[in-house]
Nanobody
Framework: QVQLVESGGGLVQPGGSLRLSCAASGFTFSRAAMSWYRQAPGKEREAVAAIAISGSTSYADSMKGRFTISRDNAKNSVYLQMNSLKPEDTAVYYC??????????????WGQGTQVTVSS
């Protein structure tokens, strides 16, 4: 059974930091491209950051320089370090995995989400 379990969300003041974690199970983590998405109330879900199987990373423009995505294949986990948080970063943050087989068959999975609220 595939599971993506996010943790680390919460309430933080503007300018503060949070570190989100996503623990994966049920598939070969090292063969999965991992991403973080977020969805604010009344808005569409948007991509935040991604890390490929190779370890290369990419970010949405508004997160560059503030957010850092990383992965630990030994722990089957992906992380999102968020610094200089702004009220507009308030959203539910979701972990996303795309497992890729050697024959390039792809299967996508979502976590249940973790709430991040940036407010004074």
């Amino acid at each position: 059974q595939v599971q993506l379990v996010e943790s680390g969300g919460g309430l933080v003041q503007p300018g503060g930091s949070l570190r989100l974690s996503c623990a994966a199970s049920g598939f070969t983590f090292s063969r999965a491209a991992m991403s973080w998405y977020r969805q604010a109330p009344g808005k569409e879900r948007e991509a935040v950051a991604a890390i490929a199987i190779s370890g290369s990373t990419s970010y949405a423009d508004s997160m560059k320089g503030r957010f850092t995505i990383s992965r630990d294949n030994a722990k089957n986990s992906v992380y999102l370090q968020m610094n200089s948080l702004k009220p507009e970063d308030t959203a539910v943050y979701y972990c996303h995995a795309v497992h890729i087989t050697w024959s390039d068959y792809r299967t996508a999975y979502w976590g249940q989400g973790t709430q991040v609220t940036v407010s004074s």
